[in-house]
C-alpha cells in the first residue's frame, strides 16, 4: 500500500476545500462560536480540524496502519487505551468464563472484568526483590496456570511495565495457542515498537492475537488516541466490531484519527532514522547519569532478571533511594525546582518516558536536573513508605470482581479481613492495589495509608483520605 497516504488528513482538508455548510454536529461550526480566548488557548485549528465526517475516512487508515505493522487488523478507538481494553476483553471473554490475567494490570483491565462478568485467575507478577519492582509474570507461570484451569478462555498479559521491563511474549503466545486460546496483550506504551529492531520485539510479531495500544503514551497521538491490533484466527474480527460499537462513542473526533494517521505515515518515513537519533541520545543521557553514585539508572542489565525477557530503553528508571529521598519526592522537587514532569514517582524512583519527540535540549535539562539534584539534595520532607514484599499483598480473590462490585456495600475504618468493594490504584501506574472480591489485609491497608501520606496518588479511592474503605456487606464465598 501507498504509506505516504493519510486519508483522514485528506478527508479534513477535502470538507474544508468543498464550499459545504452544515447543519448537523458538532454545534461550534468548525469554531465559528470560538471567542478570542478559547481561540487563543485551545487554537481555531484544532476546531476546524474537528469534522465528523472524515470518519468515513477511516477504514482506509486502518487498512494503511495494519499493513504498516504487519497485522490483519487494525481497529482505531477514540476514548483512550481504556475502552480499547474493555472491547479486546468482552472480545475474548465473558460472563463466567475464566480469564488468565497477570495480576500486574492497569485498572482499565479490572473495568473489564467487572464489565465482563469474568472470573479471573491471576498470574502473579513476579517480585524482584533486589530493585523492589514488579516485573511480568513468567512463561512457566503462563503453562503452570494452563495446566490448572483447562477451561481457560484466553490470557491476558501487560508488558512492558510502566518500568520498560517485559514479558517473554512469543514463549507466552506459543503457550496459550497450544492451548487453543488466544492472547491478548496490553501494550500500551509501545506503538512505536514495530519500526525499529533495538526496542521490544512488538507483541503483533511476537505472535499475540489482540495488542491494545495507546498513540499519545509515547507516541505522536492526541490523548486518548488508541488501537486495537488483530492477529491470527482465533479472535472473531466482527465481534471485535460489535463489542466497540456497544462500548464507544457515536461522536468521535477527527482530531484523534488525524493524529493516528499521521503518526502512522511519520513512523514509516522517518521512523527508524527517528528512533536511531532518539536512542543514541537516550545512551548518551544514561551514561552521563550512570556517573552519578547516588543515582541508580536501570539499564539492558535487568534483562534476563528473573522473568525479564525484553527492556524497553526509552523507559528511564531511576532509583533515588540512596540519596534518602523517596521518588514522590523527588518527583515534587522535579517539578517545582526544576519544572520538569515525570512520568512516575513512588517509593524509590522516578520514571521518565523518553520519546524520539525530546531534542537533545529537552535531555540536556534533564540531566542537569538530575545533576542538581545529587549536587545539592533536599532534606527528606517525608517518610518513603516501606513497600511490603509481593507476596503480602498477594489477596485473596474471594468473590467474583462484578459481584463483589454490585454488592451492597459499606464503609469502615478497619477493612482488614473484609472483601474490597472498590478498586484502589495507586497512580501512575495505576494498577490497583486491590481491586473488588479482593480480601483486605494489614499489609495492604498500611501500604496503601503510609503511601498517602508520602505523597502516593489515589485517584478512584471511594473515601480518598483512605480513612475508610468500601467493603462487602455480606460475603458470598466464590464460585
Ligand atoms: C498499561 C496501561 N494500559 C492501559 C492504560 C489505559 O490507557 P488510557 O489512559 O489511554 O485509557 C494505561 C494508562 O495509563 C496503561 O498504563
Known sequence: MD???????????????????????PGHRLGLTLDDRAASVLSRGAFEADVITAKAAVSEAEELMADAIGAKQAVFTTCGSTVSMHTAMLTVTGPGRKILVDRNVHKSVVASLILAGAEPVWLRPRWDAENQIAH?????????????????SAVLMITPTEYGTGADVRSIARLAHRHGVPLLVDEAWGAHFPFHPDLPTSAIHAGADLVVQSLHKADGG??????????????????????????????????????????????????????????????????????????????????????????????LSVDVSRLGLSGYQVKDWMEERRRIT??????????CSLTYSDTDIALE?????????????????RPAPAVPPLEELNLEQAMNPREAYFAPTEQVTDPTGRV?????????????AILPGERFNEAVVDYLRAG?????????SADPSLRTFRVVRHERAIG
Open 3 to 25: 504509506q505516504r497516504k493519510t486519508p483522514v488528513l485528506d478527508a479534513i482538508e477535502q470538507f474544508r476545500r468543498d464550499d459545504r455548510y452544515t447543519f448537523a454536529l
Open 136 to 152: 511480568p509474570a513468567a512463561a512457566d507461570d503462563v503453562a503452570e496456570a494452563l495446566r490448572l484451569h483447562p477451561d481457560i
Open 222 to 315: 492526541l490523548c486518548q488516541a488508541s488501537m486495537i491490533l488483530l492477529c491470527g484466527d482465533l479472535v472473531d474480527p466482527v465481534d471485535l466490531r460489535l463489542r466497540l460499537d456497544l462500548l464507544t462513542t457515536t461522536s468521535p473526533s477527527a482530531l484523534l484519527y488525524g493524529s493516528i494517521d499521521a503518526f502512522r505515515r511519520r513512523m514509516v518515513a522517518d521512523g527508524p532514522q527517528l528512533l536511531d537519533d532518539t536512542l543514541r541520545r537516550v545512551n548518551h543521557l544514561r551514561v552521563r547519569l550512570g556517573k552519578l553514585s547516588d543515582l541508580t539508572v536501570m539499564d539492558e542489565l535487568i534483562v534476563g532478571h528473573d522473568s525479564v525477557a525484553e527492556w524497553d530503553p526509552l523507559k
Open 342 to 351: 515525570v512520568q512516575l514517582g513512588d517509593a524509590r524512583r522516578v520514571v
Open 365 to 381: 535539562r534533564l540531566a542537569e536536573g538530575f545533576e542538581n539534584l545529587v549536587a545539592e539534595p533536599p532534606a527528606p520532607d
Open 420 to 432: 474490597a468493594a472498590e478498586m484502589i490504584s495507586p497512580y501512575p501506574p495505576g494498577v490497583p
Open 452 to 460: 498517602l501520606a508520602a505523597g502516593m496518588t489515589i485517584p478512584d
